[in-house]
């Protein structure tokens, strides 16, 4: 059974600081992991990484993929009160294309 | 392009009655599903459809049911509803060029007195 585990499930910081979501999985025929931001509504696309040890950037975001040792990371730097959401992290499997969710990690960011 | 669509957006139904979630898309993708999510828990995925007229079971089906008449529509029906099945519903599609980025609706609130 496919798996993801995120950490931490919460997170409370203060504008300006710098964060790192940890993302772990277990997908069978591993094909892609995915990162999504929810804020009290739909989940919106972050990322989509499929190689190892290639960066991608969109402003202050960035992940990071280890298809070694199986995780991922996001980094938020010089975090704001809009960066506050649900940071869900996803991964799919190249068999079923199917997207197995972790749990998320709830970040909010006071002013 | 409306994107992805869901009726109703809230809900509140007493237990034993049942109600269908209807999720259109305009974007001619193939492939629908749906999800719950409930606190803390991320989004469990409770069926799908890989195409017209055709659904299939995900992590938590039990209690729900589906049909894919058109390609547009994905309709999540419950029969008796309970109070466990009190969620916010997501409805998801992908195309055949992008099957790994899901495309959501903006969710049904859903609560079973």
């Known amino acids: 059974e496919d798996k993801v585990v995120q950490s931490p499930l919460s997170l409370v910081v203060h504008e300006g600081d710098t964060v790192t979501l940890n993302c772990s999985y277990e997908v069978t025929n591993f094909r892609s992991l995915l990162w999504y931001k929810q804020e009290k509504k739909a989940p919106t696309f972050l990322f989509m990484l499929t190689s190892s040890g290639i960066e991608k950037k969109s402003g202050r975001l960035s992940s990071i993929l280890d298809k070694k040792e199986l995780f991922s990371i996001l980094n938020i730097t010089a975090t704001q009160t809009g960066d506050s959401a649900i940071y869900l992290c996803a991964g799919v499997s190249g068999g079923s294309y199917i997207p197995t969710f972790g749990r998320g990690t709830s970040l909010i960011v006071h002013p | 392009n409306a994107g992805v669509t869901q009726t109703p957006k809230f809900r509140v139904l007493k237990t034993g009655q049942s109600m269908t979630l209807l999720c259109a898309q305009d974007?001619?993708?193939?492939?629908m599903y749906w999800y719950r999510q409930d606190p803390g828990m991320g989004l469990r995925l409770i069926h799908y459809s890989v195409g017209e007229g055709t659904t299939a079971k995900g992590e938590v089906p039990d209690g729900y049911n589906v049909s894919r008449l058109k390609k547009q529509n994905f309709l999540l029906g419950l029969e008796s509803a309970a109070p466990s099945q009190t969620s916010v519903y997501f409805c998801a599609s992908t195309g055949v060029g992008a099957r790994d980025t899901q495309y959501f609706g903006p969710g049904t609130r859903l609560t079973v007195l």
């Open positions: 974007m001619n993708h193939e492939y």
